[in-house]
């Protein structure tokens, strides 16, 4: 769509990305900033080249014509969105188009969308403003209205895998766990791969996951043993949900290749032979509404009680 924008000379004044965290919104608006720029050939196809030195430039950041502006601690302060304006009052030093990346854009002090909606109502010559924001919710309309909004919905998983292994050089199974946990979201991947590393995936089937007798005694030593801190409890209760997952397609498909843990295939034959299928779908359905109790602020420990005594049924 942005490629089309620029061969039809179609390109708005402000654009909106709105799409999930590490989805590739700042990677995208660079590129496209690269495009609207590059004095390569490849510029009537709408795409750069990557070697022009304006291209070179914007890939090192130094680019005079091409602002990113990025949260200080928090959020984007208004002294930086002033910055921001007052270079918008010149023409662009030497690019064809001045571009000005804000990322974090629903997260901005309390008043500088009244600064800013000020450029994006009279927007300079040349220049293109592009937003990024995980969520529209926290922005307000009268932005919203004023820029065209492009959404990056989450990648397919295969697609996420891919880019992994022939990326990043992951192997093939790290690759897919990653990618079944990133939400389809590459950057996401990359973000939680040392924290994955560090989850005892295989304890976790013995000894929770995949367990049919769960003592009191156990269920307390287990709730406190989780991480305290929400984030990683969450991907761990992510993975515990990949196994269960797994457990379930071992149980009726009785092969592996689809695995998420494929490693794990000799661990799970056996214990899937001991479950019945509607007791694993049960336990998949109670992890899953616990996990939403918790990212819902939900008191942790009293969630992880309850559902493992729910477990602990059948
Ligand atoms: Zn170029």
């Known amino acids: 769509m942005l490629q089309r924008a620029i061969r039809n000379e179609k390109v708005v004044n402000s654009y ?15 590129q496209f900033a690269k495009a609207l720029n590059c004095l390569g050939g490849e510029a009537e196809k709408g795409d750069a080249c990557d070697h022009c030195p304006s291209c070179k430039k914007i890939d090192h950041a130094l680019h ?3 602002l990113l502006i990025e949260p200080e601690g928090q959020n984007i302060k208004v002294d930086q969105v002033r910055q921001m304006q007052r270079e918008l009052a010149y023409k662009p030093y030497e690019g064809k188009r001045r571009v000005c990346i804000l990322t974090a854009a629903d997260r901005m002090a309390p008043h500088i969308p009244n600064t800013l909606l000020k450029t994006l109502e009279e927007p300079p010559l040349h220049t293109v403003i592009i ?15 004023r820029c065209q909004p492009v959404r990056f919905n989450p990648l397919p998983i295969p697609l996420v895998s891919k880019w992994l292994m022939e990326g990043k050089g992951f192997n093939e199974a790290e690759a897919h766990l990653l990618a079944s946990l990133s939400e389809g979201s590459p950057g996401k991947a990359l973000e939680i791969q040392e924290e994955i590393r560090q989850i005892p995936r295989e304890e976790l089937l013995k000894d929770w996951v995949g367990l049919k007798s769960l003592s009191f005694e156990r269920i307390g030593s287990w709730v406190g043993s989780l991480p305290s801190q929400r984030e990683n409890l969450l991907l761990m209760l992510e993975v515990a949900k990949t196994l269960l ?12 290749p689809e695995l ?5 295939l000799q661990v799970m034959e056996p214990m899937a032979t001991n479950w019945s299928l509607s007791s694993l779908l049960k336990r998949m359905e109670i992890l899953h509404q616990t996990t939403l109790a918790i990212k819902a602020n939900a008191n942790t420990s009293l969630a992880l009680e309850a559902m493992m005594l729910s477990w602990a049924e059948g």
């Open 245 to 256: 997952r797994d457990l379930v397609m071992v149980k009726t498909l009785k092969k592996g």
């Open 131 to 145: 937003l990024l924001a995980n969520n529209s919710r926290f922005i307000l309309p009268t932005i919203l209205s």
């Open 16 to 30: 909106l990305f709105l799409g999930n965290e590490g989805i590739g919104k700042k990677s995208v608006a660079l």
């Open 260 to 264: 998420i843990h494929s490693d794990l």
């Open 64 to 66: 005079p014509d091409v």
